[in-house]
């Protein structure tokens, strides 16, 4: 065997190690026994898609019925898993739980995430995550890093428009000109981040990538949508606006056409 093949096969041996173990420490020590085994099963380290039951539990824990104190802490059990891994099957799974639970979990789960996120380091901030245990793992890492930007952008869109794009009725078309003004450009820089998650080299083949890519390319559309609407209810407003306004506007339309 090639010392990269054995290299290869030690690590993932580890990582499987590392699980059982991480699995073992929480039916012993842990107050949410359940719900930490659901983490780890969800995001180990087996190059695979995550079995469907174990995000269920996940995202049945952080639904508005469960306490608050639960969902914070299923947010921290996720952001301890980001935050340890130099993994990129660990950090891509993980980052799909949190995007799985952002698209079909209640707004209460984005109004947590931004809050945690407001109280410590920001989770979804992987612009230093690398796995360089191979040529293959680097492609991946790169794309897990945009795909990071990508759903820390689409939290901060919501922290905007004050609703989901994608779960959301759309509302661009009726907005008033301010209202305008600020939501576009955040509709603009989330489709901005959308186009930058395009996968290169070994991405493009991985599987678990293709799953992710899935969910995002699934939401560019609303988001174009949201755009076209608002782009064309500023025009009908452009020249009742003030000049400061038709600046801003003439600056949203030239990205639009970029775009």
Not at 74 to 102: E, F, G, M, Q
Not at 117 to 141: E, R, T
Not at 224 to 252: H, R
Request: glycine share 4%; net charge positive; proline share 3%.
């Amino acid at each position: 065997m090639s010392g990269g093949g054995s290299q290869n096969s030690l690590r993932k041996t580890l990582g499987a190690l590392k699980d059982t173990t991480t699995v073992n420490l929480a039916k012993i020590n842990s107050e949410y026994k359940e719900l930490d085994i659901a983490v780890v099963k969800a995001t180990n380290h087996v190059e695979k898609p995550a079995k469907e039951r174990h995000i269920r539990a996940i995202l049945l824990s952080v639904s508005s019925l469960r306490p608050r104190a639960d969902v914070a802490y299923c947010i921290h059990a996720l952001a301890r898993r980001l935050s340890r891994t130099h993994n990129w099957a660990v950090a891509l799974k993980t980052l799909i739980v949190i995007h799985r639970a952002l698209r079909e979990v209640d707004p209460s789960f984005h109004e947590v995430l931004l809050n945690y996120g407001q109280s410590s380091s920001h989770m979804l901030n992987m612009a230093h995550f690398k796995d360089d245990s191979s040529p293959n793992a680097w492609d991946y890492s790169a794309w897990i890093r945009s795909y990071a930007l990508f759903l820390e952008e689409r939290l901060e869109c919501f922290r905007i428009l004050k609703y989901d794009v994608e779960a959301d009725p759309l509302r661009t078309k009726d907005l008033d000109t301010r209202d305008l003004l600020e939501q576009l450009p955040a509709l603009q820089q989330l489709l901005y981040r959308v186009l930058g998650c395009q996968p290169q080299g070994a991405a493009t083949h991985n599987m678990i990538i293709q799953m992710a890519l899935s969910l995002v390319a699934s939401e560019s559309i609303k988001i174009y949508n949201a755009i076209s609407d608002g782009t064309a209810n500023l025009v009908d407003k452009f020249f009742e606006m003030q000049k400061a306004d038709a600046l801003k506007a003439l600056d949203i339309y030239r990205l639009s056409g970029q775009q």
